[in-house]
């Protein structure tokens, strides 16, 4: 594996350096030409490699959208029946816990008061009279 990097190395650097090494090949007068000719290998190969690199990225999003959809929507479903279970158990609770309690109480309030209106002391205040004087 060693073996291909440096041989993959080898030759990305002979394909950068091959223009310059031809620019200085060339004859003096025509090195505005030779420049013009680098500047333009130079550009296309950016250019491919550039394009490579778009369709690379766009693999990887199209990879990485593929496999969140595989794990998310499962994840959601249980996120969704775990809040079915919780919607249920919240409703059983109501029912069959709370709502007795609730009743007992209403029930022990309702015995208090009366408990306390047959328990008074004093009679209640008539309108102001008194007995015998009208």
Known sequence: MKVVFIILGILALALFALPIVL???QP???WLIGVRDVALIYGSLFMCLGGLAIFAMA???AFLTFTLRDHVVPA???VDDTAKTVRGTATFVSESVVAPIIKTAGAAAGARAMVQTLMRRKPPKSNGKKNGSS
């Open 59 to 61: 693999g990887a999003i």
């Open 23 to 25: 620019l200085f090949i």
């Open 28 to 30: 003096v007068e025509s």
């Open 76 to 78: 959601l479903q249980k």
